[in-house]
């Protein structure tokens, strides 16, 4: 019975790894200005793309989704000088389509700009900046003795903290089991 219970546990505690490892790094859809039809000149600076992008958490694999009026509107990914100038002539990509999806594959700035004349220079622009992924490399090893200039320290008996912690870990086995 003990061996099922430390196995159920075991099995409990990778689905939980496994959850978490997955739910951090899921990628996301994100709707441009958070509702349709916000790909549009901002009728004030309060509504700007730009003050919503700098609240909005972007990470590589996330897909921008920008709706509009393929009619009347374009978006054009371009450079930072052309985002600057409203320069519509040399974009690096250019959508027309109405429903726009941009994936963001890499860490950085990402400028985005109205393609119908007079529009960028009305505030019909976006910078979205994608954070860099984190990296994790699990438990960091102890620094060498050798990186430390203060006295050494005389060992003691670690009997009584050892317990402590195996108590800590039996629990924490015991509790996953329960679920």
């Not at 099922?4 to 996301?28: M, P």
């Not at 450079?79 to 950085?108: F, M, R, W």
């Not at 860099?132 to 003795?145: D, L, N, V």
Request: hydrophobic residues 40%.
């Amino acid at each position: 019975m003990a061996g099922f219970s430390s196995s159920r546990a075991l099995s409990s505690s990778s689905l939980l790894l496994i959850f978490f490892l997955f739910s951090f790094s899921e990628a996301r859809e994100i709707l441009v200005g958070g509702k349709t039809g916000s790909w549009a000149i901002p009728s004030s600076e309060s509504q700007s793309l730009n003050k919503w992008a700098e609240s909005t958490r972007f990470r590589v694999g996330d897909t921008l989704v920008l709706k509009y009026d393929s009619a009347k509107d374009s978006v054009l990914r371009v450079t930072k000088e052309d985002y600057a100038n409203c320069n519509v002539s040399n974009p690096i990509e250019q959508h027309k389509d109405g429903e726009t999806k941009l994936h963001l594959d890499q860490p950085g700035p990402f400028y985005f700009i109205s393609g119908t004349k007079g529009h960028c220079e009305k505030g019909q622009k976006v910078i979205v900046v994608v954070m860099t992924p984190r990296k994790h490399y699990g438990i960091s090893p102890a620094p060498s003795p050798a990186e430390f200039d203060g006295p050494a320290v005389a060992p003691t008996s670690s009997a009584t903290s050892l317990q402590g912690g195996l108590l800590v870990v039996a629990f924490g086995i015991f509790a996953l089991g329960l679920f």
